[in-house]
């Protein structure tokens, strides 16, 4: 973000000390909501309540104890600051953060192919009408760009393997949240055991919750595991053993929608094979669907500015065919169930 903003400086657009240290404070905060894994506990111990909401609350939180210094940072966090670009460099299509992310997870998952020029890009970066714009020697790096990313998610995102990982965590949350809240039950772990024997969502969620959710961490979710792995409770012990011991579902990512029949008989075939209720197979088995959209035209724009002065959005700019094929999403149906031999 420095680099970025010392760059648009350099090519005259003015830009004051003060939005310099605020889109620095909002980019590093942007993020800060997430939970332990992720989004999956978006989806299982807390309800309703994304990790953008979280961020706020917890910028709102730092604003007050920093009496007020963060709220230009919270103004173009949430996109209300009247220079677009600003927020635009916290969230668009052309973000610091895919900037960012591409490149260091290419890095350290060794998929070759996310590895952008995140410093080519940055260097080609202007703003013109407020809003940010790609000069045109950048054409190229930014095709690389979205290429990049929609490999990037069928590689490594949302590969079926971290897919199915992550659906199951979601459900031994789920599931342990269901057997901690109708028990008296406790687990040695305060503050997890707090939100696993609590209902909690926006509606209840208050500055006494958040210093509790900013005490969790995947340390406690894998320590919490691996007690539970010898729990009386059969789904919530099978449903950690198979993290623990990376023994995953069998998934399959189809191009059409599963077949409600075959998923009844996956249904029918673990409940007897693990001797449980159909609801309780629910757990190991169960479909879904992923998407991947690397670039969103009808949304927000990604301006290729000419020396001429005109501007064109990079799908119509580009001699790529496949940046048009981008702009489309591509749906993939998953089924997950046990394995034969599970």
């Not at 230009?72 to 600051?81: E, K, P, S």
């Amino acid at each position: 973000m420095k680099k970025s903003i010392d760059i648009l400086k350099s090519k005259g657009v003015e830009i004051s000390e003060e939005e310099e240290e605020a889109v620095q404070i909002a980019i590093l905060l942007h993020d800060i909501g997430h939970g332990p894994f992720s989004h999956a506990l978006e989806h299982s111990i807390v309800s309703d309540i994304s990790h953008e909401y979280l961020s706020l609350e917890f910028m709102n939180k730092l604003n007050s104890e920093f009496n007020g210094q963060l709220t230009l940072a919270i103004d173009i966090f949430r996109g209300n600051h009247h220079k677009k670009f600003l927020c635009q460099l916290i969230s668009s299509q052309l973000d610091i953060d895919r900037l960012d992310y591409l490149k260091r997870d290419s890095f350290y998952t060794g998929v070759a192919e996310g590895n952008i020029n995140s410093e080519r890009l940055i260097n080609m970066l202007n703003v013109v009408d407020d809003e940010l714009v790609v000069e045109e020697k950048g054409i190229y790096s930014i095709e690389k760009f979205l290429v990049a990313r929609r490999l990037m998610y069928w590689q490594v995102y949302l590969h079926k393997t971290s897919l199915c990982a992550e659906q199951i965590l979601i459900r031994l949350l789920r599931r342990a949240k269901f057997v901690f809240e109708t028990t008296q039950e406790k687990i040695d772990n305060s503050t997890l055991n707090f939100f696993l024997r609590n209902k909690i969502d926006s509606e209840n969620f208050d500055d006494s919750t958040l210093e509790l959710f900013s005490k969790l961490d995947d340390y406690d979710i894998i320590s919490a595991v691996k007690v539970w792995q010898y729990h009386d409770d059969f789904v919530l012990s099978k449903l950690s053993r198979m993290i623990l011991n990376r023994d995953l579902l069998k998934v399959k990512l189809k191009n059409e929608p599963v077949d409600p029949q075959k998923l009844e008989e996956y249904l029918k075939k673990a409940s007897k094979h693990f001797n449980i209720s159909e609801s309780d197979a629910e757990f190991f088995v169960f479909e879904g669907s992923t998407s991947n959209l690397a670039y969103q035209p009808d949304k927000e724009h990604i301006n290729i500015w000419y020396k001429n002065g005109k501007i064109k959005d990079v799908s119509s700019a580009s001699d790529q065919l496949n940046l048009k094929a981008l702009s489309k999403a591509v749906v993939k149906y998953y089924i997950c169930h046990p394995k034969s031999n599970n």
